[in-house]
Antibody, heavy 117, light 108 residues
Framework: EGQLVESGGGRVQPGGSLRLSCAAS????????MHWVRQAPGKGLVWVSR????????RYVESVKGRFTISRDNAKNKVYLQMNSLRVEDTAVYYC??????????WGPGILVTVSS | SYELTQPPSVSVSPGQTATITCSAD??????AYWYQQKPGQAPKLLIY???ERPSGIPERFSGASSGTTVTLTISGVQAEDEADYYC???????????FGGGTKLTVL
């Protein structure tokens, strides 16, 4: 029940910007908190950010504070991650996931972001 | 924030029982969640609220909590269970989330 698909990834130079999108379907999007999670090549999962149902309460992992902004458009069933001042260490597969008391489920297939000169 | 500590690797023979632990002081007060990730795939929820199993997850996967340690048990391990396993919990005061470092399960 529910599907998520990320888009907007790619290669960018250090200091550049990208905006990731996550399109949701087959569930009532505006009733769920949404999350972004990333995974650097060969590394573990790192929770990046979350947003509440109304979009007026957001949180970030310390390493992206001030550079990344999460937002959502409930009319379009989408959540976004604006990534500015990108660093080499932001290179990762980025996943969006639906949050609930029952855990993060489902997850999107992920989108690769490569920060390299 | 805080850290969730998992063993980097666990090995088990087919048909045996695999046990993966996750430790942190906050687990005494917060729920834990477990995810399975196979190469090239997105993580998949296995266990929520310490011991609840979502629909569609085989009964051989179970979770338990005791004090500051939570445990994922896989009974009758199958070759298809070879994957990375991550625990997760929340800092409920600010509603931030944390993942453990992951445990690679090898089926010998």
């Amino acid at each position: 029940e529910g599907q998520l698909v990320e888009s907007g990834g790619g290669r960018v130079q250090p200091g550049g910007s990208l905006r990731l999108s996550c399109a949701a379907s087959e569930f009532k999007f505006n009733t769920y908190w949404m999350h972004w999670v990333r995974q650097a090549p060969g590394k573990g999962l790192v929770w990046v950010s979350r947003i509440n149902t109304d979009g007026n309460d957001t949180r970030y992992v310390e390493s992206v504070k001030g550079r990344f902004t999460i937002s959502r458009d409930n009319a379009k069933n989408k959540v976004y991650l604006q990534m500015n001042s990108l660093r080499v260490e932001d290179t990762a597969v980025y996943y969006c996931a639906r949050g609930a008391p029952q855990g993060f489920d489902p997850w999107g297939p992920g989108i690769l972001v490569t920060v390299s000169s | 924030s805080y850290e969730l500590t998992q063993p980097p690797s666990v090995s088990v023979s087919p048909g045996q029982t695999a046990t993966i632990t996750c430790s942190a002081d906050t687990l005494a007060k917060q729920y834990a969640y477990w995810y399975q990730q196979k190469p090239g795939q997105a993580p998949k929820l296995l266990i929520y609220k310490d011991s609840e199993r979502p629909s569609g997850i085989p009964e051989r996967f179970s979770g338990a909590s005791s004090g500051t340690t939570v445990t994922l048990t896989i009974s009758g391990v199958q070759a298809e269970d070879e994957a990375d396993y991550y625990c997760q919990s929340a800092d409920i005061t600010v509603i931030d989330w944390v993942f453990g470092g992951g445990t690679k399960l090898t089926v010998l």
